[in-house]
Every structure is written in C-alpha cells, then in structure tokens.
C-alpha cells in the first residue's frame, strides 16, 4: 500500500502576528530554519518507504504560495486542493481521501498539518511505521505527545488498553483544553497524551466512518470532488457546493465517535508553533537563553525571543519579552502574555485596518510589490517581477502611472504599443490605457512605480488577460 501524505495548509496563525498575516500566514514562513514551515513539513517525510507524491489542501488565496514554495525544494504534488471556503479539517480530509481513493482504492493517508515543528525526524519515521501498520489493520490512528509539562493550550488523550501491535493503544477519550490544576493532574498521572492533530488511516476506511457519522458532510464532498476543475496546477472546488458544507474537525466529526481509534505515544520534538512563547521553546538559544533573529543588539537581556525583519532592534535590561519588529509593526510583550496577541489582530480587524491581513511587502504569483511612501492622491511601490513572469493585461479607472526600471530588462505594453526598457529607463501609463508589465530576461526584474490619482485601491483593476486565471487582484 502506497502512503499519500496529505498535507493542510489552513489556518491564519494570528498568535504569531506581526510576523504571521492572513496573506501570508506562518505556515509559509521560516520561522525555525531557513526553510517555511510548509517546506519543513514536506522534506521531513523523505526517507518513508512506499512514499506517494503529497496531496495539499490551501485557500484559494494561498494556491501560488504553496506552488512555488513546493518548486523551490523541488517536490512536484500529486494535487494542490483549493478550498473557496474554509471548513475545518474534517471536509478537508474527506475531499483529499475521495480524490485519492478514485486514484488508489488501497491509499493509506498521512495527514498533517503543515505548520508544526518536529525536531526529531528519525522518531517521526518509526512512529509512522508503527501507525502505518495499525492503519493496514482499519484502525484509524492518530499520534499522542508526550507531555512535559502541564499545558492548558492543547487538547489530551487519555490511553486505554494496549495492543497486541508494540506502541499502540486504544484511545479510551478526547479531552478538551484543560484548566491548570487537570493538565497538572493529566501530567502526574502519565496516562494523558497532547493531541498532535496528525492522523494515518486508509483513505477508504476514513470515508466509511464519514458515511457513518457525517453522511450530510459527505455526500456535500462527493459533489464538490465531482464538480471540480483542473486550473493550471490546481484542482478548485466549486464554491456553490461547498459552502454548504458542516464545518467541523476530524476529532469531532470521527475520531471522539468511532470505536477504531488509536494513539501511538511519542517524543519527537514536537510543538504545534502557536505562540512566541512556543517559538522561543523549540529555537535554538545562546548562553543566555535568548533567540535572535535579524539585526539586534541585546545588552543584559535574559530567556527571550527578538526578531528584527526591517531595521537595528537594540534591547536593554528586560527578561523574558518577546519582540518582533517589521516593515509595519512593532510587537513587544511579556513572554507569559504571548497567547494575547491574538487581541491585536481582533483589534485591527475591527477597525479594518490592513496590519493583520498583509505585509508591507505582498506576493503575487508574477513576483511581488513592496509599498515605499504614500500620500493624498500618490503612492509609491517596489515591484519585483520574476523572470519569463508578467502581470495581467489590464487598466485603472482612478489612477495613472510611472515605471522606472531599476534592474534587470521590462517589456511594456501600453494600449497598441510594445518597447522594451532597461535600467534607468522609464515610461508613463495614462488613466484609461491597458497596460502589461512583463520581465522578457534571466534575472529579476525591478521597478519603482508611482500612482497618481483620486483613488489609489488594488480593486482598482480591470483584467482584460491573465495567465494565472485571476479573478480578484
């Protein structure tokens, strides 16, 4: 039987603001290695026998994120599923395990979050193995931390009866956050695991407990699967149909309800990153218990985490903080407070303000653009543009613009008109023309461009042509 990891790439990570945004949320960032989490997760699983090609699960808004970041380290997917919605991770899994039984009847699936930390990777392979076999057996298996302190952040489950297959146990209950004095109670007793939320089961036995359990979820995903469609590398889900799905979690939706679960215990250096407090947990320290990223100055600094994305951060005479500086915004906080940063960002989309939702710097699939100065009726922008890559055939209604090229070669089409500009050279876009940006060469291309006009929003777009099938800018 062929093992088909299946990787979710959900999830916004507002506890690790302001590094993680909507737009670009942890799982795609290099929080622990010069590699993003999602990158992490996919490398850790070579070396497992019977490998199949991973099968990714993303909002549409991500869907070249997960592209290129899988290009980068040379993974080709057997599919990247683009929700329109999200739904928690049980409708997930169910399209991933429809998609894969119609490829593979006999398909085993690993399913795992793209945004954790496993330090120890050779543990990680035995525990696979050992839960790969019980999941041959139709049992549907999930993983179980071994706790080493009392944490009141993730749910437990308390092991029940041994089984004759070493390192498996029944899973006797789920048990949701506890307060302190039950997660000091679950540590003392040893019988409590963290509930890593990584599975292993046959795609096939999955989809049976769903139609036991979820049928109303299920017969939604069939739909759905059969109503897709092949977009470039994507595979999109018709939003129609699956909006009206029940969002709800694997654990709630299967694995409290059916009488097949199991947990293999482990230690593998595991932490789900859901906080800087969890962050300074997992990375590498110095003498003085203090992870530091970027450009920073400590001087009697003790056991904290300071990171500097932008500019010179000089801390003095403070323990135990967190601080996080971007192009942006600035996060300092008590170590011990961290889980509350998710306040900020609720706070930021109350007043709907961008600072939760994209950096200075956002992505395209074309490249990227990087805002410099703005004012009353001006803006000013860095855009970078990827070689063989171009933007959209398009116009504004509100604004004109000006492109000088800084580096590398631009091909520009305005209106009936195609030239080429190299560095120093420059162009006008007048309010009303369709107009192209391409980079024709072998190296990045970068432009500054100012906007001029009475209304200066990216909705501002008219698309006349795209190649990566845009409809929203």
Known sequence: MALHPVILCGGSGTRLWPMSRAALPKQFLSLVSDRTMLQETVTRLSGLPDLAPSVLICNEEHRFLVAEQLREIKQTPAAILLEPVGRNTAPAVTLA?????????????????????????????????????????????????????????????????????????????????????????????????????????????????????????????????????????????????????????????????????????????????????????????????????????????????VRADSKMVAVIGLDDVVVVETADAVLVSHKDCAQNVKNVVSRLNAQSRTESTFHRRVYRPWGSYEGIDAGPRYQVKRITVQPGQKLSLQMHHHRAEHWVVVSGTARVTCDSESKLLAENQSTYIPLGASHRLENPGKLPLEIIEVQSGAYLGEDDIVRFEDVYHRDQP
Request: charged share 20%.
């Open 97 to 305: 395990a429809l998609a894969l039984v119609a490829r593979d009847p006999d398909a085993l699936m690993l399913v795992l979050p793209a945004d954790h930390v496993i330090r120890d990777v050779a543990a990680f392979h035995a525990a696979t193995a050992v839960a790969v076999q019980a999941a041959k057996s139709d049992r549907l298996v999930t993983f179980g931390i071994r706790p080493d302190r009392p944490h009141t952040g993730y749910g437990y489950i308390k092991l029940g009866t041994a089984l004759e297959l070493e390192g498996c146990h029944q899973v006797d209950r789920f048990v949701e956050k506890p307060d302190s004095a039950t997660a000091e109670a679950f540590l003392a007793a040893g019988d409590h695991l963290w509930n890593s939320g990584m599975f292993v089961f046959k795609a096939s036995r999955y989809l049976e407990e769903i139609a036991r359990f979820q049928p109303a979820m299920l017969q939604i995903c069939r739909q759905a699967i059969a109503a897709a469609v092949q977009d470039l590398d994507f595979c999109r889900i018709p939003a129609e149909t699956f909006t009206t799905c029940p969002s709800d979690s694997i654990d709630y939706a299967v694995m409290e309800k059916t009488d097949a679960a199991v947990v293999v215990p482990v230690n593998l250096g595991w932490s789900d990153v859901g906080s800087w407090q969890a962050l300074w947990e997992v990375a590498g320290k110095d003498g003085a218990g203090n992870v530091t990223r970027g450009d920073v100055y400590l001087e009697a600094v003790q056991n904290s985490y």
